[in-house]
């Protein structure tokens, strides 16, 4: 066994890390409390050609491996949950259908330039009565005069309010619930694709989100994405277990900023006469700390090797997901109480963690869905070791 990163992955890390606190982590507290997006830092971000990672090269891509991808993940959140949100929507789901399924047509006109952050990407999948349920989906596509009239609305989209094509989730075929789910892509040009209402967001701010609207939207027959109509669930499940170590390793990053934070204070903070991390029940935070986030860390890079290696592992992938956004309320929550008063204060990032922190409870699953999942796995089959 190897436990250690290759030494091009360190490289990796340490041109994105100079990248994040040269360019996004400075924004960081700006980008939360103007919450609009970034489009002067997407821009200079984009010409560094990270928003095409996972892409192949003659696309504008980096086609670089899964471990890659979440050492990107991990430090962009470092630097600012709003704008890692933004960027990670691009890089991995929004433009993941249409690089996986779209004709050259439409990797030319979608894919090239959103790689080069021209254009903005989302996905939709969640509707105002159904998020982890899918089967409550009511946005239906139908087939007519060789292409698909989409109708309905969408919640949630990240990216949303400001992109140019979205892949959206929608019901082919009612009778046959979750299997007739699909994906089309739907371009902003097209008739009938609307913006509605703008979601006021607790944490991750400067990522926007809101609701989108087709109404009547026809799209050519080559916007259904995959291998026919009805593939839907199924390819969300491929993409899940990239998105769920990325929100992992997002949480990590989110806990570990918070958590460094207050030991800096805690070093210079004095009370009683002496450092406030001279007390025993201030180290045991950052013992447990510790021992939480590594472990957290090592549930989420296991799962991302296992995901490249090509494992099956869509229950080390929940676990990492579950494990970790609950290390990050924890240690967000510690941090805080560190801080002492200053962590209400808008002005110091404590509060800004603990708002960001949240998010991680409902991308790539919630909690009780994935306990759900992994309560019924291990009913059925033991931890596997
Ligand atoms: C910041 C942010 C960005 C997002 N971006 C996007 C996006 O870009 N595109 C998109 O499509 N969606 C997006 N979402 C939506 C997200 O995917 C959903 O919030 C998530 O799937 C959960 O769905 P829900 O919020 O409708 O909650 P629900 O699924 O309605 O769940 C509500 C509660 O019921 C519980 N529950 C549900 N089913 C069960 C069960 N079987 N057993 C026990 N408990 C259950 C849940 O755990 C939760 O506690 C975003 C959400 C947030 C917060």
Not at 28 to 41: C, G, M, S, V, Y
């Amino acid at each position: 066994m190897d436990f250690r990163f290759s030494e091009e992955h360190e490289f990796f890390r340490t041109a994105v890390r100079d990248v994040v606190n040269r360019l996004i982590r400075p924004r960081a507290q700006e980008i939360d409390e103007k919450n609009e997006f970034p489009l002067d830092l997407w821009k200079e971000f984009a010409e560094l050609g990270y928003l095409g990672l996972r892409h192949p090269e003659k696309y504008g891509g980096m086609e670089a491996d899964v471990i890659t991808s979440m050492i990107l993940y991990e430090e962009l959140a470092r630097g600012s949950c709003g704008f890692a949100m933004a960027a990670t929507m691009q890089i991995l789901m929004g433009t993941y259908f249409v690089g996986r399924f779209g004709s050259e047509e439409i990797k030319q006109n979608v894919l090239v330039p959103a790689i080069r952050g021209e254009k903005i990407g989302t996905i939709c999948f969640t509707e105002d009565q159904s998020g982890s349920d899918l089967g409550g989906t009511r946005t239906t596509a139908v087939q007519k005069n060789g292409g698909w009239v989409l109708n309905g609305r969408k919640m949630w989209a990240t990216n949303g309010p400001v992109c140019d094509f979205a892949t959206v989730l929608a019901q082919t075929d009612p009778q046959k619930g979750l299997d007739g789910l699909s994906y089309f892509l739907v371009e902003k040009k097209r008739e009938g694709f609307g913006h509605g209402q703008l979601i006021h967001k607790l944490g991750s701010r400067g990522s926007v989100t809101g609701e989108l609207i087709f109404d009547n939207v026809w799209v050519p027959g080559g916007n259904l994405l995959g291998d026919g109509p009805g593939n839907g669930v199924r390819y969300s499940t491929d993409i899940l277990n990239e998105v769920r170590v990325m929100t992992a390793l997002n949480a990590c990053a989110i806990a570990n900023e918070a958590m460094n934070d207050a030991r800096k204070f805690a070093l210079e903070r004095v009370a009683f006469g002496k450092p406030i991390a001279k007390y025993q029940l201030i180290r045991a935070k950052f013992a447990e700390h510790w021992a939480w986030y590594d472990a957290a860390r090592l549930y989420s890079y296991r799962a991302a090797w296992m995901i490249q290696e090509g494992m099956e592992c869509q229950f080390e992938c929940m676990l990492a997901k579950m494990f970790a956004a609950e290390m990050c309320q924890k240690a967000v929550d510690q941090a805080g109480r560190i801080y002492g008063g200053n962590s209400f204060a808008t002005e110091y990032p404590q509060q800004r963690y603990l708002r960001d922190a949240r998010f991680v409870l409902f991308g790539g699953g919630t909690h009780e869905v994935l306990q759900n999942a992994l309560g019924a796995a291990y009913l059925r089959k033991g931890s596997g070791t």
